[in-house]
């Protein structure tokens, strides 16, 4: 078993790894991130360019296009994209951890050959979806139905908050196919844009992580061929509670990026605005604000860190990437909002990078499971026999 890399240095190949992405990010993204943020255009070319470099099948094997990194290397790369635009860091985020990640765990084999390569080189862009209006934190109350007619799957039902919803080509949806079994009784499909019955609904008008597509989905009478079911039947819920565990701590790579950018424009503006006669960074008070974040930033990452090991070492890791989701996503929000109070009133304006922060921040304790469902998970580890 390897050294935990919270102990150990980085390698010299994930330090390459993130010097790629830091520098992609400050050349491709730094001078766009705006333009995006307010125009809420999906940033397909920077996808694009991103699939090219490989970081669009980080998890995925050579065999069927990818990088074939480990868990360690996506935080790092999801960290160093949300340092700079935490929309983009979600939308790699979502494409590698769900959709396609769902494909790579529990797709059989000529499933992987047919969507992996696409997914993986940026060609195609991967959706995932689980809820519904009706089932936020209650993912197993779901009601989209699928019944089997004969060589395709007859899929009804509906879908919300669908990152890449209306630009994903492929779709892996959850819909229930046995009510009586319950949770056992849901089932994993692969769906493609353009399937009879696969209506594109309303794009939602976010808050923040405006760049990353989100988009209702609606299915009527939708022909699935029996061939896309993806995994058993009756165990999409399950299978989807494994990739949700690996999306958490891409999540909290979001966050720890996120925090990273936030403290970073704090300091530079710190040190080059004056009040008093003194630069704001002479202050003790601004100082132990900037102290605050930094230690709270380095905590976040070492926890994004373990859980990522933990997963590449195969060891059981459900609390902490819990933890680490929970944690990091929490001092995010601070992190954004001590930034801003350092900008004063240069912080509400737009002109300046923390204002998008701020209202960047605020998903990250609600996606992937809202911080109360972590500290359920959380709680039920320390509580079971």
């Not at 705006?34 to 699939?51: N, R």
């Not at 979600?90 to 499933?111: D, P, R, T, W, Y």
């Not at 949806?173 to 009879?196: H, P, R």
């Not at 896309?228 to 790579?253: K, Q």
Request: proline share 2%; glycine share 10%; with cysteine.
């Amino acid at each position: 078993m390897n050294q935990s890399p919270f102990i150990a240095e980085l390698t010299e190949n994930q330090i390459i790894i993130r010097d790629t992405v830091r520098n992609f990010s400050e050349k491709n993204i730094r001078p766009v991130v705006m333009e995006y943020d307010e125009s809420q255009k999906f940033p397909m070319e920077i996808m694009q360019q991103l699939g090219e470099l490989g970081f669009l099948g980080i998890l995925v094997s050579d065999e069927y296009g990818g990088a074939e990194l480990g868990y360690i290397e996506y935080a790092i790369i999801v960290e160093e994209l949300s340092r700079v635009d935490p929309s983009i860091g979600l939308s790699v985020a979502a494409h590698n951890g769900l959709c396609e990640n769902h494909i790579n765990l529990f797709g059989n084999e000529e499933q992987k050959k047919k969507y992996l390569p696409d997914l993986a080189s940026g060609k195609k862009i991967g959706a995932w979806g689980l809820t519904e209006a009706v089932s936020g934190s209650d993912a197993a109350g779901l009601k989209s139905f699928a019944v089997k007619d004969g060589n395709y799957w007859i899929l009804n039902g509906s879908k919300q908050f669908t990152t890449h919803g209306s630009v994903g080509e492929t779709i892996v949806v959850m819909a229930i196919t046995n009510k009586e079994a319950k949770k056992k009784g849901i089932s994993a499909f692969i769906l493609e844009k353009g399937m009879d019955g696969f209506i594109i609904g309303k794009k939602e008008n976010k808050l923040g992580m405006r760049a990353s597509d989100t988009t209702q989905l609606t299915f009527e009478n939708c022909k699935v061929p029996a061939e896309n079911l993806l995994g058993e039947e009756g165990m999409g819920f399950i299978n989807s509670m494994t990739v949700l565990e690996g999306g958490r701590i891409s999540i909290a790579a979001n966050s720890v990026g996120l925090a990273q950018g936030a403290l970073e424009a704090a300091l530079k503006y710190s040190q080059e605005r004056k009040q008093f006669g003194k630069h704001l960074s002479e202050f003790q008070a601004i100082q132990f604000k900037m102290a605050e974040m930094q230690t709270n930033i380095d905590a976040a990452r070492l926890l994004t860190y373990r859980a990522a090991w933990m997963k590449d070492n195969g060891i059981p890791n459900t609390k902490e990437a819990a933890a680490a989701k929970l944690f990091a996503s929490e001092i995010a929000e601070k992190a954004a909002n001590e930034a801003i109070q350092i900008f004063g009133g240069y912080g509400f304006i737009k002109e300046y990078p923390v204002e998008k922060f701020y209202r960047d921040a605020k998903l990250l304790t609600i996606g992937e499971g809202t911080s109360e469902i972590q500290r359920l998970v959380i709680a039920r580890d320390l509580l079971k026999d």
